[in-house]
Structure formats: structure tokens, C-alpha cells
């Protein structure tokens, strides 16, 4: 017998449109493997309406801030409602953009392990700062603080779906992509521009019985796998697997760089001790896997990445939701 789950979607992000197409095929897949669905917007209601529905469990296919940074998932345990995924500390520490090195250091100065996974370097800093400190003047400091200096990235700290994200080739673009990176979010991080192979690891499990799906290599018809890019059809093609020789032109040794790629995956799944499912976003620069950020609420549209990953592993998106809501019953 099927359980009734709750399925949150929409909410007042900037990731809102994301979020009902995730949460539409969230339901679909639901409804497939013979689950009651409940879909749910997150509206002021939403609290009186989980406690009168009485759902087994929630499934949040929300986006970006309330669904990603922890707001939805500390609800829901103030509530007693089981729900999939990471609880809500974790997702706060997660929608931090800057908060990778802290973790990492964090996790191998405990596990002891060899470090695998790297990161692009970076600097932090608040709106406030700009607002009432004056530090729009210091942004002449930038190609000393970012190693290699331009290009740099500039992006918002915390949210998803590439809004806000510039490359900044110079010192006279800088003001304003970082005005329009805080015109998305309370902060700005500035970091190094790495070029490579984009790739998009989808992990299951939690722990060491996590595992990662095939990686999803992603190649850009534009300068920027943007939001722009990732709205407009035929901008970017998504390959599942990563095509072996797009990592090296020797095969035996982009099995390797694969491998490798899926090991910093999991090392970053393990570090921020992520529950159930994730999205790791990296890429592959011919040497490392620098990784970008942890997607605790991944994209779940028919196009999306994650559901073409369970594709290429042979699985079902069906399937694999209904396991993960399965374990609450």
C-alpha cells in the first residue's frame, strides 16, 4: 500500500519556475509507484494544511532560499513530519557557497583521509560591507586576493540556478557584477575562473553507504552554462555518462579521471554529511575536480540532472523516489 506524501514546490524564490517544474514530475513519479500525492505550494497555509492532511512524509522539491537553506527542512522537524533529505543544519551550512573549505578541513581533519576533491579560492564579502563600509573602494585588491587574478567568477553566495553568476574578465566589469550578484542575495563571493569539463555528480544514500550515479557531463552552446542557457532549449547538451574522452584521449586513463571525479563527489557528499540525495557540481580542469557547490534539492524537471543520471545508471526516477520516501514509513 502506497504512502501519502506531501510534495512542496513553488515558494517565493527566484527559483520558483524551477521548483514547480521539479515538483510536477516529483509527483508524477510518485503517483507512478502507486504513492497518494499531496502537492503542495508553500504558501501561508502550508503549515495548517500539513497538520490537517497528516501526510506519511515530504518530499521538498523546493529551489533556492526557504527550500535549500534549511527554512523548509527545520519546519518540518518543528512539526515531527518526516521528510526526505539533508536535516536543516545541514542545509544551511550547505547553501553557503563559502563555506566548502571550512567543511573539508573539517571532515579530513577528523577522517585523516588523502584529500581528493579541491575547490576554486575565493574571498567573501557581505552587502553590508559595500552598503555602509565603503568596500566598493577596495575592489581594486581583487587580482591580488583571487589567485591568478582575472578572469574571476562572481556569483551570488548562496542560491542556485546560475542567477547572479558572471565571469569578469577585468577590472572595469567588476563593479557591476558584483552589484548584480547582490541584487539575488545578501552576499557576493569572488573566486577563481575555471575552465574545463563541467560535470554534475548525482549521489544516493547516506554516509558510507552512499554512491554516486554516472556523472552528467554538461556541454554549453554559449560562453556560460547560465540561466539563460539552462531556460532556452538547444543551449546546452546534457551527456550520461561523461563521454571518457572528453576527460583524456587515452581510455584506461579517463576511466581513472572518472573515478576520480566520482570520489571527490562522495568525499564532498560525506563532509557536509548530507542525507539521502544530492547533486555535486564540479569541474574536471585536466588535473582536478574542483567542485563548486552541494545541491541538497536537485533539479527534478524531465531534463533535469539528476533524473537523467538515474537514467544512465539503469534506474528509474520512480523508482528511486519511492525508495527514498519509503524508508520514513
Not at 108 to 113: D, F, L, N, Q, S
Request: contains cysteine; hydrophobic residues 45%.
Amino acid at each position: 500500500m502506497g504512502l501519502k506524501v506531501a510534495v512542496l514546490m513553488g515558494g517565493a524564490s527566484y527559483e520558483r519556475e524551477f521548483s514547480l517544474a521539479s515538483g510536477k514530475n516529483v509527483c508524477a513519479a510518485l503517483e507512478e509507484a502507486g504513492h497518494k500525492v499531496v502537492p503542495l505550494d508553500t504558501t501561508a497555509d502550508l503549515v495548517p494544511t500539513l497538520r490537517s492532511e497528516r501526510p506519511d512524509v515530504c518530499y521538498s522539491a523546493l529551489h533556492g532560499k526557504h527550500g535549500e537553506d534549511g527554512t523548509i527542512q527545520s519546519l518540518l522537524e518543528f512539526l515531527d513530519i518526516p521528510f526526505v533529505g539533508s536535516p536543516g543544519s545541514v542545509c544551511q551550512r550547505a547553501w553557503n557557497k563559502d563555506s566548502m573549505h571550512s567543511e573539508m578541513a573539517t571532515y579530513r581533519a577528523i577522517t585523516g583521509e588523502a584529500p581528493i576533491a579541491s575547490w576554486p579560492q575565493g574571498i567573501y564579502l557581505a552587502r553590508d560591507a559595500f552598503k555602509n563600509m565603503g568596500a566598493a573602494t577596495a575592489l581594486d585588491l581583487v587580482p591580488e586576493r583571487v589567485i591568478g587574478g582575472f578572469p574571476v567568477c562572481v556569483k551570488p553566495a548562496h542560491g542556485g540556478s546560475a542567477l547572479g553568476v558572471h565571469r569578469v574578465d577585468s577590472a572595469d566589469e567588476l563593479g557591476e557584477a558584483v552589484l548584480d550578484a547582490l541584487s539575488y542575495d545578501s552576499a557576493v563571493v569572488i573566486e577563481q575562473w575555471v575552465e574545463g569539463v563541467e560535470i554534475a555528480v548525482s549521489v544516493l544514500g547516506t554516509g558510507w553507504d552512499a554512491y554516486a550515479l554516472p556523472p552528467v557531463e554538461i556541454v554549453k552552446k554559449s560562453d556560460m552554462y547560465d540561466t539563460d542557457a539552462r531556460m532556452k532549449p538547444g543551449m546546452v547538451e546534457y551527456v550520461a555518462p561523461v563521454r571518457l574522452e572528453s576527460l583524456s584521449d587515452d581510455p584506461s586513463t579517463a576511466e581513472g579521471i572518472r573515478a576520480e571525479i566520482e570520489r571527490a563527489a562522495l568525499e564532498v557528499y560525506r563532509a557536509y554529511n548530507v542525507k539521502d540525495l544530492a547533486r555535486i557540481d564540479l569541474i574536471w580542469d585536466g588535473a582536478q575536480a574542483r567542485v563548486f557547490e552541494v545541491n541538497i534539492s536537485p533539479g527534478m524537471a524531465e531534463n533535469s540532472l539528476f533524473p537523467l543520471a538515474c537514467k544512465a545508471a539503469g534506474l528509474s526516477l520512480s523508482s528511486v523516489l519511492s525508495e527514498l520516501v519509503e524508508q520514513y514509513a
